[in-house]
């Protein structure tokens, strides 16, 4: 009778550990399958999204007439805000008379760039800084050439 019971002892001490280990099982596989099911759905809402996105088309830059600013004739203004072009155009108007060319013009935010070609071949790099309409700050850096 002792040998018949072994193999059913054997059973039950298995049957305990391997019943909580396929319940483990299973219950991990549903978690799995719910998150790729989620996952899918976000999926396709964001492609939903991104197929509906329309970019807002970029800045056009303000066009300017030269003719006022005889020293920016040649300038490259295709970067620079039409209140920019005004005030750079006052400040070589009031500076020291001298034969220069203004090569290019920017606008960054409330700043100002130029470049201008000197008589003797130098260039001078121009940034200016505006607040409320006013010059802040100006600085200049010469370079030889």
Same mark, same amino acid.
């Given at each position: ?14 049957? /305990?550990? /391997?019943?909580?280990? &396929?319940?483990? =099982?299973?219950? &991990? ?9 989620? *996952?899918?759905?976000?999926?396709? *809402? #964001? /492609?939903?999204?991104? $197929? ?5 088309? !970029?800045?056009?830059?303000?066009? %300017? !007439? ?12 295709? +970067?620079?805000?039409?209140?920019? %072009? ?10 020291? =008379? ?6 290019? %013009? $920017?606008?960054? @935010?409330? +700043?100002?760039?130029?470049? *201008? #070609?000197? !008589?003797? /071949? *130098?260039?001078? &790099? +121009?940034?200016?800084?505006?607040? @409320?309409? #006013? &010059? ?5 850096? !010469?370079? @030889?050439?």
């Amino acid at each position: 009778m002792i040998a018949a019971g072994v193999p059913l002892d054997a059973f039950t001490d298995l049957l /305990g550990p /391997g019943l909580v280990f &396929l319940l483990l =099982a299973f219950w &991990l596989v549903r978690k799995a399958f719910r998150a790729a099911r989620t *996952e899918r759905q976000l999926e396709g *809402e #964001q /492609g939903e999204t991104l $197929r509906s996105y329309q970019p807002a088309p !970029p800045a056009r830059p303000h066009l %300017v !007439p030269v003719q006022a600013a005889p020293a920016l004739a040649g300038a490259d203004l295709s +970067h620079a805000r039409a209140e920019h %072009v005004a005030a750079v155009a006052a400040l070589l108007a009031e500076g020291p =008379a001298h034969a220069l060319e203004v090569l290019w %013009v $920017r606008s960054l @935010g409330a +700043h100002v760039a130029w470049l *201008e #070609q000197l !008589p003797a /071949g *130098e260039q001078a &790099l +121009h940034v200016v800084r505006f607040e @409320g309409g #006013q &010059l802040a700050e100006r600085w200049t850096f !010469p370079s @030889g050439k």
